[in-house]
């Protein structure tokens, strides 16, 4: 159910850039005819040549009224893009929004190999891409036990779920191809882009928080926090010092005792917040049900109380003195 009229954003500026790629020559591949279009006259077309791969998509919005003392940048998980932060699968404002409206410059990427930011041949690529079926995310992105089913009678929800189970197809929709063999170039990108835009906060989800922390462990100096929302991915426990003076804020949702993957993933996270922490770094985990707030997914951005959510992530930030 969309939520009601807003006022209006009041974006100043807005815009979008490619950072990161790099030129791959192929050879040896024959030419080949193409007709690009039916009834057009077929092209020649030679494969062999230079190709630029590896760029990332980035889009940005400017507020009137700038609140957020650095920017902060909105990095998705694995088999997602930038979308996951745009609206909820049942069409309500997501967290882009809400951090333009509090005043924040809002930087959303399209990681590496998805959406906006392109892809790569097999010539260049020549690992599978990993595809979700329809049932799959619906156990392990933690919004019910199994896998969906289009019969509401054969599917069900945790007991007290938020995350929009009507809008789950239109979240489905969303969902595109990951190849499990480009962190080192989304990597790159993502680095590129705190070059290029930061000091920054940044906030990232599932995959992103290997993202998120190694290149936060590379640049220090220019990621003045970061949040890790539900971390799938991490960051290096040799590196752990590099982030002493990078306040760290982790969010996890309910459910977790319940799922095969989850409490290993969470106990690994948590290993490492200790090794910030011995490392003279300050870190806060939420684990939301410990503080009431019950029924969130994995995707906690488009759960129902997803502002509830960014509330909290936007009083921590106010806590540390990154807003006027």
């Not at 760029?55 to 919005?61: A, E, R, S």
């Not at 190999?113 to 079926?133: C, K, V």
């Not at 990597?187 to 995959?207: F, G, K, M, N, W």
């Not at 995707?299 to 109380?305: A, G, P, Q, S, T």
Request: glycine share 10%; net charge positive.
């Amino acid at each position: 159910m969309a939520q009601s009229k807003l006022p209006p954003l009041n974006v100043v500026d807005m815009g979008s850039f490619h950072v990161g790629g790099r030129l791959v020559e192929i050879s040896g591949r024959p030419i080949k005819e193409v007709v690009f279009s039916p009834g057009s006259a077929p092209a020649k077309i030679d494969p062999n040549g230079n190709y630029l791969v590896e760029q990332m998509y980035v889009q940005y919005f400017i507020p009137k009224d700038v609140k957020g003392k650095l920017p902060i940048l909105l990095w998705h998980g694995g088999g997602l893009t930038g979308v996951t932060y745009e609206t909820t699968p049942d069409g309500r404002e997501g967290w882009q929004n809400y951090f333009i409206r509090k005043g924040w410059k809002t930087y959303v990427s399209d990681a590496v190999e998805r959406g906006r930011s392109g892809w790569a041949s097999p010539d260049i690529w020549p690992t599978e891409p990993q595809f979700l079926t329809v049932e799959n995310p619906w156990g392990r992105f933690r919004m019910g036990p199994g896998n969906w089913s289009d019969d509401s009678t054969k599917r069900t929800q945790f007991q007290g779920s938020l995350f929009p189970a009507e809008g789950y197809l239109n979240f489905m929709k969303q969902v595109v191809p990951r190849w499990t063999t480009t962190d080192a170039a989304t990597i790159a990108a993502y680095t590129e882009l705190v070059d290029r835009v930061c000091p920054c906060v940044v906030l990232v989800h599932s995959q992103g928080g290997q993202f998120g922390q190694k290149v936060a462990q590379a640049r220090p100096d220019k990621v003045k926090a970061l949040i890790l929302v539900e971390p799938a991915g991490f960051g290096d426990p040799a590196k752990a010092a590099a982030l002493k003076d990078t306040p760290i804020l982790t969010i996890y949702g309910d459910y977790i005792d319940q799922d095969s993957r989850w409490p290993t993933i969470r106990k690994t996270q948590l290993a490492l917040n200790q090794k910030y922490i011995d490392a003279g770094g300050s870190v806060d985990v939420i684990n939301l049900p410990d503080i009431g707030i019950k029924g969130n997914s994995h995707m906690l951005m488009m759960d129902r109380n997803n502002i509830q959510i960014a509330d909290l992530i936007e009083a921590w930030l106010k806590k540390k003195g990154f807003t006027r």
